[in-house]
């Protein structure tokens, strides 16, 4: 009996309260004690709890303090007002649930960082990158300078794999190029569509689905491939605003 009510909601002590006083009727304090054997230093907050679920109240005879148990369909009360506060806080929940599954995916999601050295990493990290192409095929890309600025083998790379690679899979590739590195044929070979920047820019950031990748194509070649669809939504952004003032 007592598993059931503590079921409903009633702590241990307080079932084995209320179960006393059914059998006492009317109590004091110290015969509660005595028969439920519980510990004197929470008797009043239990009893003060079953009084607030409306399953206990006292009364004072000759001056003396007495505890009486509630009728036992105040059980039922009780078990409708919870069911009816449940309903409640269910209307509630399910208004701020968006809310809260956005809270959700935004702590759920990982970023991953790799970092790739030499041209051989250089491949590993376009091959992941264009496994994002399975989500998006708008791919962004700025920070490439003239030609004279990399090496034969970064070159053959580009022109061979990577290159290769973006129109086998069909990407619409936009570039933000540095002017300097205007009617250079090779830029062209993926059919992007592509604008002029006033400065140079070494660095280079292609962006792809949720992968951002942030290339140094120098001696030693450095690729920092990360995925991350916050970091990779705030470069997209910074891309557009380029694209904009940029020239043809």
């Avoid at 709890?49 to 409306?54: A, D, I, P, V």
């Avoid at 009360?77 to 919870?82: E, G, P, Q, S």
């Avoid at 989500?135 to 890309?141: A, F, P, W």
Wanted: no cysteine.
């Amino acid at each position: 009996m007592e598993q059931l009510l503590e079921r409903i909601g009633l702590t241990p002590s307080e079932s084995k309260v209320y179960l006393t006083l059914l059998e006492l009727g009317e109590a004091k304090v110290s015969q509660i004690l005595q028969k439920s054997e519980l510990n004197s230093g929470r008797i009043y907050d239990v009893l003060n709890s079953l009084e607030n679920k409306g399953l206990v109240s006292e009364i004072t005879k000759k001056k003396i303090k007495l505890f009486i148990p509630s009728p036992p369909e105040r059980i039922l009360d009780y078990l409708n007002k919870k069911e009816n506060q449940i309903e409640k806080d269910k209307k509630e929940i399910t208004k701020i649930m968006p809310h809260l599954s956005e809270k959700f995916k935004q702590i759920k999601q990982k970023t991953n960082v790799e970092v790739f050295l030499g041209t051989n990493g250089m491949k590993t990290a376009y091959s992941l990158l264009f496994k994002e192409t399975e989500r998006d095929k708008e791919l962004y890309v700025y920070g490439i300078v003239e030609k004279k600025e990399y090496k034969k083998d970064i070159l053959d790379m580009l022109q061979y794999y990577v290159y290769k690679q973006r129109r086998d899979l069909k990407l619409r590739t936009k570039k933000l190029i540095s002017k300097e590195a205007r009617g250079e044929k090779l830029y062209a070979q993926d059919n992007s569509f592509i604008k002029y920047l006033p400065y140079p820019s070494i660095t280079g950031i292609e962006v792809l689905g949720e992968m951002t990748l942030i290339q140094f194509l120098q001696d030693p070649v450095i690729m920092i491939l990360i995925k991350n669809s916050t970091i990779a939504k705030d470069y997209k952004t910074m891309f557009k605003f380029l694209w904009k003032i940029a020239k043809k």
